[in-house]
């Protein structure tokens, strides 16, 4: 065969040809480049959102629901004249808003193309039925519906937290679990138990045309994914008492938090001031003002702020002198209005008899006698020196879960603080300090900082002689089962048989009766047996704190209570009456009459501006 | 019509162009079917979609074939060669003041509901009457008169189509060059055209020495294996004087480009070039249509996603996909085992016709069959080639698989005219 011309023509077509299947064979079968933009073309996943788990309360109540809200959306392309006016009026909106939206698509229309944005968020019942029957009127706006969050109890948002659209910051912790625009529980509950309550997503794969309309089903729908819906979470808390709770500190900055001794299960967990559950749903439009309240509602203060105990504590010192041997019951110390510590030098008491055994200086909360417990703790002979002293003794406060952690199931718990030896040393220089050194510490003064968590725990650990469960939010249920460390008992290192001996003083310092000197009988609920200690927590930025534990009834208790008030004064005048109510209420279901004007009394006290 | 049965249809039709004529005309309808199904599934014969329509004129077309291959004496083509021209002429121009615009040409005429476009059939009538004037006796290419006439016969039709703004159709008489050449023109001028284009290329999408170094590498291989071995010292200078000239010419044309692209050129003319040799991203606007249809071949793989499973495809991703981008279909549906099908069809079908058409002792059908390879190939090379990202977008079809009566009716004419002067030769020999 020649090369002729005939022959040169043949062959430029063979090169063609292989040149055009060259480039398909390298378009189709090296380069996969075009098969995902294929994908990302004409196909799109439409998730389903799983409904996030129900937060119950102990007795089945609902805390946090899920209710449908209706957003309304529009599609700017599509799009077509419309009665301004008529929108306006069934959208309860202005014709400027709508004006101005309209303007702002036209001016971003290559952005959008033919996506729908949102054009009101969670448009109210009344709109939403209006627009649903004049929809005919408005091509190119669809309303779409979702599930927010419900709150049926004013359990406070601290304690339940709230869920709010997902930041790149939290994706990238939690790298291919969640996609922008979804939701997860920021603070509180919703944050704790987030891998419970969230749910799988599901999703349908739909083609779609060039014009982003969905056309049918892929597949079938066989490799359509159904939602898994979020497990639901049973808490410890009770809610009417938490509202009561709520109701008692409006208006005061502080906390209250109820523990069901026997299983350290948490009833109830108020931080006042508190994110009012009415704008925990659409946190996110009330967030500026949230964040610029001093209060502070954001904080929550039962586990995130750390307060000197104050006189509680004297019963931690006690039981201690008492382990040690230091201590007898039958001990009388006396008490001049104070204790010197060291020359010229008086950490002051109140006005109460003197001497006094060591019942009646827990009853009445006398400062002096607790100051010659700790320094008979301090100074016993056993240990070598102060220093050997003093570690023992924060072996013993640590035991009651003080300076650690609890390891509560709840976020961001701090630990407060118990100072070491170490510390004093820094500060003082190696044998540069001696018990007047430390002498706050015997009344929970000082280096001391404890959580009202850690407060109440206490209180727990009396109601119980000596051990405590770790404090706990959330129960065991039928989808979930907590970690079994909220089952065990922690012991302290002070044996049952003390604690028997601190318990008369407790129940005299609420059930002595007025004129006894006691310093809780406005606590007096007759037939309910509460035992309870005051404290008076300084604080040098303004008044007093006002701090009480309680529990009751004084044999088999079923709860132990911490109130924690700030800048309230004495403890018996205002958090004790409010933990006892708290108890009242628990217990009782109801307060008594003559206790009435006390809980009027409290619910309308007002300590703050905001 | 008696007489021309008795030799045996066997021995006097070429049945393989038949057959590959009636191949690619189903497989297009068939794939016009699947650009146009999307979720309602309509009856491939339905009317109301241009699936149903293509039908139409398949039959008309067929019929057309079997009237042209049965019925027609073939001396006619040769004898109206010069009236048809003429009269195809004067439409030409005529539309470019009566037609309707469409898609910014004025290249069709409406009639009723009927529309069709006289570039179409002027391609016919061109091949016909140059096939004519060059089987004449005596038609040489060394005559200065004949290769006007010839260039002649060729440009009128193809300026005009210019003017009426189908720069795509005139494109394709560059498709004439293979007769030309095939009679005799001078292989210079197909290495003169080629460069052109080359310089062009480089000249707009590389470094700027690369054009010069071309030239300067061309004029050096020249000098050294054609001018160089001439002993004759006056001609040897002629030619030395001759390559100068054309270079000149090749480094006045690199410094031209510029002027001519941004000047001449219209803007989406400008903008689909730019993205064709990827001096321009722009994936929305003229990069739109080549990016869509190459993710709608380039998501075929090698044996596709089935018939009527093409998603690119049914959702209108591709525009024009029944029309110019019919090949996409091919290439999302039937992956690249359809792609090799369909061109080696092609290239067989234009093979085919080379080889009869060379085997021609009469200078008409020989000139003719060239055309229509020439013709066949350009369209085939530009439509596959836009769709796949090699050429730029220009909006030619693909012969005898897309959408359109127009199109389809002037190609089937095209190739029976052939498939008849070739059997009216085998009646004789």
């Known amino acids: 065969m020649t090369l002729d011309r005939k022959n040169k023509f043949l062959l430029a077509l063979g090169v063609i040809i292989a040149v055009l299947l060259g480039r398909i064979f390298h378009i189709q079968v090296m380069d996969g480049r075009y098969k995902s933009d294929a994908v990302r073309n004409a196909m799109v996943r439409q998730y389903i959102a799983p409904p996030r788990g129900i937060i119950y309360d102990r007795n089945g109540a609902i805390l946090v629901g899920n209710k449908m809200c209706y957003d309304l959306l529009v599609t700017p392309k599509e799009v077509g004249p419309f009665d301004t006016l008529a929108l306006a009026e069934v959208l309860d909106t202005s014709v400027a808003f709508i004006v101005e939206r309209m303007h702002y698509y036209k001016a971003n229309i290559r952005r959008i193309g033919w996506q729908s944005v949102p054009f009101i968020k969670q448009l109210g019942e009344a709109p939403y039925q209006r627009f ?4 005919y009127r408005f091509p190119g706006f669809k309303t779409e519906t979702r599930t927010i969050r419900d709150y049926p109890f004013n359990a406070g948002g601290n304690l339940l937290g709230y869920i709010s659209e997902v930041s790149p910051e939290y994706m990238a912790k939690h790298p291919g679990e969640y996609k922008s625009g979804d939701y997860y ?20 794969i739909y083609l779609r045309d060039s014009r982003n309309r969905v056309q049918t089903a892929y597949n079938d729908g066989k490799d359509d994914k159904l939602a898994v819906p979020g497990k639901d979470v049973v808490t410890t808390i009770d809610a009417p008492l938490q509202q009561y709770g709520q109701l008692l500190m409006q208006g005061k900055k502080g906390s209250i938090v109820a523990i069901e001794p026997a299983t350290g299960e948490i009833l109830a967990m108020v931080s006042s001031p508190c994110i009012d559950v009415s704008v925990l749903s659409d946190v996110g439009r ?4 949230i964040s610029r309240n001093p209060g502070k509602p954001m904080f929550n203060r039962t586990v995130m702020a750390s307060y000197p105990p104050g006189s509680v504590f004297k019963i931690v010192n006690g039981l201690i002198g008492l382990q040690e041997g230091v201590l007898k019951p039958y001990y009388h110390y006396p008490c001049a209005k104070g204790y010197q510590y060291s020359t010229g030098h008086i950490l002051g008491c109140h006005s109460h008899p003197s001497p006094l055994g060591f019942d009646e200086a827990i009853m009445m909360s006398c400062n002096a006698y ?12 056993r240990y070598d020196s102060l220093s050997t002293a003093f570690t023992a003794w924060r072996q013993y406060v640590m035991s009651f879960g003080f300076g650690q952690r609890l390891g509560s199931d709840f976020p961001a718990e701090l630990g407060g603080n118990i100072p070491t030896a170490a510390f004093y040393n820094r500060r003082y220089g190696r044998g540069h300090w001696r018990f007047p050194t430390i002498v706050s510490l015997s009344i929970g003064q000082g280096e001391i900082g404890a959580t009202p968590l850690q407060i109440a725990n206490l209180a727990a650990i009396l109601a119980n002689r000596g051990w405590y469960c770790i404090p706990h939010i959330v129960k065991d249920s039928e989808d979930i089962s907590i970690d079994p460390k909220y089952h065990e008992r922690h012991y302290t290192l002070v044996d049952t048989l003390e604690f028997r001996k601190v318990i008369p003083g407790m129940w005299r310092a609420v059930n002595a009766g007025y004129g006894s000197g006691a310093t809780a009988v406005r606590g007096c609920v007759p037939g309910l047996d509460i035992c309870g200690k005051t404290g008076t927590a300084q604080n040098p930025h303004g008044d007093d704190h006002s701090v009480f534990i309680c529990f009751a009834p004084r044999d088999n208790p079923k709860i132990a209570v911490a109130a924690y008030v700030e800048n309230a004064g004495a403890g018996g005048a205002t958090a004790c009456p409010i933990a006892t109510l708290m108890v009242e209420k628990y217990l009782n279901g109801s307060i008594r009459p003559d206790r009435k004007g006390l809980e009027q009394d409290m619910i309308h006290k007002r300590l703050t501006r905001y | ?7 045996g249809l066997r021995k006097t039709v070429d049945w393989s162009l038949v057959v590959s004529w009636l191949l690619l005309v189903l497989i297009g309808w068939v794939n016009i079917y699947a650009s146009i199904q999307s979720s309602e599934p309509a009856s491939i014969f339905d009317l109301h979609f241009r699936s149903g329509m293509q039908f139409l004129w398949i039959c008309v077309a067929l019929a057309m074939g079997m009237v042209v291959l ?21 439409l030409l121009v005529a539309v470019i003041f009566l037609g309707t615009e469409h898609k910014g040409s004025n290249s069709w005429f409406s009639i009723g509901s009927v529309s069709f476009q006289p570039a179409e059939i002027s391609k016919i009538t061109t091949s016909l009457l140059l096939a004519m004037v060059m089987s004449q006796a005596g038609f040489r290419f060394s005559l200065r008169r004949n290769r006007l006439r010839a260039a002649l016969i060729v440009g009128l039709p193809m300026l005009i189509i210019v003017l009426e703004r189908e720069t795509g159709s005139a494109l394709v008489y560059a498709g004439f060059l293979l007769p030309l050449y095939r009679e005799g023109l001078s292989g210079w001028y197909l290495f003169f055209i080629g460069m052109a284009i080359a310089l062009f290329v480089l000249t707009l999408a590389s470094p700027p020495w690369v054009p010069f170094a071309l030239i300067a590498a061309a004029l050096l291989l020249y000098l050294l294996f054609y ?5 004759h010292l006056r001609l040897r200078r002629r030619y030395l004087m001759r390559s100068l000239l054309a270079a000149i010419a090749g480094i006045l044309m690199v410094f031209s480009t510029n002027v001519v692209f941004h000047y001449l050129l219209r803007d989406y003319q400008r903008n689909r070039i730019e993205v064709v040799l990827g001096l321009k991203d722009d994936p929305s606007g003229a990069g739109y249509n080549v990016r869509q249809s190459m993710i709608a071949i380039g998501s075929g793989g090698l044996f596709g996603k089935g018939f009527l499973h093409g998603t690119q495809t049914a959702y209108g991703f591709v525009p024009e996909q029944t029309t110019d981008f019919i090949f996409c279909t091919i290439g999302e549906e039937w992956g690249f085992a359809g792609c090799l099908l369909v061109l080696l069809l092609y290239a067989f079908l234009i093979g085919r016709i080379i080889v009869d058409a060379d085997e021609s002792r009469e200078g008409f059908t020989r000139i003719y069959g060239y055309c229509v390879a020439g013709l066949l190939t ?10 796949v990202g090699l050429v730029p977008v220009i909006g030619i079809t693909l012969p005898l698989m897309s959408y359109g009566g127009s199109s389809l009716l002037s190609f089937t004419l095209l190739i029976f005219i052939f498939i008849a002067l070739h059997r009216q030769e085998n009646k004789y020999f």
């Open chain 1, 132 to 135: 649903v029957e004049e929809q």
């Open chain 2, 1 to 7: 019509m008696t007489q021309s049965l008795d030799r």
């Open chain 1, 286 to 289: 009330h967030y500026a003002e």
């Open chain 2, 227 to 231: 001018v160089r071995p001439i002993r």
């Open chain 2, 70 to 90: 049965f019925a027609v004496n073939p001396r006619l083509w040769e004898v109206i060669s010069s009236p048809a021209y003429l009269v195809v002429l004067v």
């Open chain 2, 378 to 387: 350009m369209h085939l090379l530009i439509n596959v080639g836009m769709t």
């Open chain 1, 370 to 381: 607790f100051c010659h417990v700790l320094k008979n703790v301090l100074e016993n002979p």
């Open chain 1, 185 to 204: 529980g920021k603070t509180g509950l919703e944050a704790a138990r987030e891998q419970d309550l969230r749910g799988e997503k599901g999703y349908h």
